[in-house]
């Protein structure tokens, strides 16, 4: 049996199909007045209006983009190079995920690594300044990651639960709601509020890694001409002991392919000599 409340429920939904039903007719029908010879021409409007939001641009696309830096700088001179480019990304208002740096020990040389988060528009300023008269660029390389689906999957949750958050508060403020309604709609506001709060963390970190491009310096230490010239001897003599390894190895694979060709007819004709031996001693 309907009660009231659920009876007026329904009558809405009906007079509301009702009157969708008449607008979408109204769309195509012609006007009073007209002749039915108009109607193709309202067609031909709506399908404008439809090409017309075709030729829109297309949808935005977010991209993580990381660079990746090995950068070159004389030991003594190595900490006041991270510096510098720490002072720079600060002025650029970019934000440091990590910085290391160590000092020289016994015969180690010092190396330091940096990570920052810049903003894409001033991305390129940023990498213009990691080259110096102190630091030079041994290797670049940048990965592209496209994250759009992800956003765009972030964003459609968010707008969903948020019409959802606001039904549930309406439904809330009806003086017609009994307290186990009430209970219910209070335990489903909350576990919306709940995934509303998740992805907007979730978008809050798309975010910073679309809207920012990430920077991974290392940096390494460079070696004095002395110290490279030292060890030309011994690279020779390594490379020389290697090349001569790779010819002896050659020269016995292909002894021993050689060889193989012939073992197996040998076997085969020792065999026979050996049981016709035995046969004639028989």
């Given amino acids: 049996m309907l009660t009231p409340r659920r009876a007026a429920c ?3 939904l009906l007079a509301l199909s009702v009157l969708t039903a008449c607008g979408r007719k109204a769309e ?4 009073q007045g007209e002749s039915p010879a108009a109607a193709p021409a309202a067609l031909s409007k709506q399908a404008g209006g439809i090409e017309s939001a075709a030729a829109e641009p297309a ?21 006041a190079v991270i510096d510098a ?14 910085e290391s740096f160590t000092s020289p020990a016994n015969d180690s040389l010092p190396n330091g690594h940096l990570a920052v988060r810049v903003a894409r528009k001033q991305a390129a300023a940023f990498a213009a300044g990691l080259a110096g008269p102190d630091a030079r660029v041994l290797r670049q390389m940048t990965d592209t990651e496209d994250r759009t689906l992800q956003v765009v999957d972030v964003e459609a949750r968010i707008a969903n639960l948020q019409q959802l958050r606001e039904r549930l508060r309406a439904l809330m403020g009806d003086a017609r709601s009994g307290v186990k309604d009430l209970v219910e709609i209070e335990r489903q506001l909350a576990e919306t509020q709940g995934e509303l709060d998740s992805l907007a963390a979730q978008r809050k970190v798309l975010a910073m890694e679309t ?10 230490a460079q070696r004095s001409a002395v110290e490279r010239g030292m060890l030309d001897p011994v690279r020779d003599a390594l490379l020389g002991v290697g090349h001569t390894v790779a010819g002896s ?3 016995l694979i292909t002894f021993v392919a050689g060889a193989a060709v012939w073992l197996l007819p040998a076997w085969l004709l020792w065999r026979f000599l050996r ?3 035995r046969r004639d001693e028989d």
């Fill in 85 to 98: 480019h720490l002072a720079r990304c600060r002025a650029l208002d970019c934000i440091v995920q990590n």
């Fill in 275 to 277: 049981a016709r031996r």
């Fill in 249 to 251: 190895l050659s020269a």
């Fill in 59 to 79: 949808q935005q696309r977010y991209l993580v983009l990381t660079h990746r830096y090995t950068i070159e700088a004389a030991p003594q001179r190595m900490r």
């Fill in 211 to 220: 809207d920012r491009e990430l920077f991974e310096i290392d940096y390494v």
């Fill in 10 to 12: 329904l009558s809405l």
């Fill in 28 to 31: 195509i029908a012609p006007m």
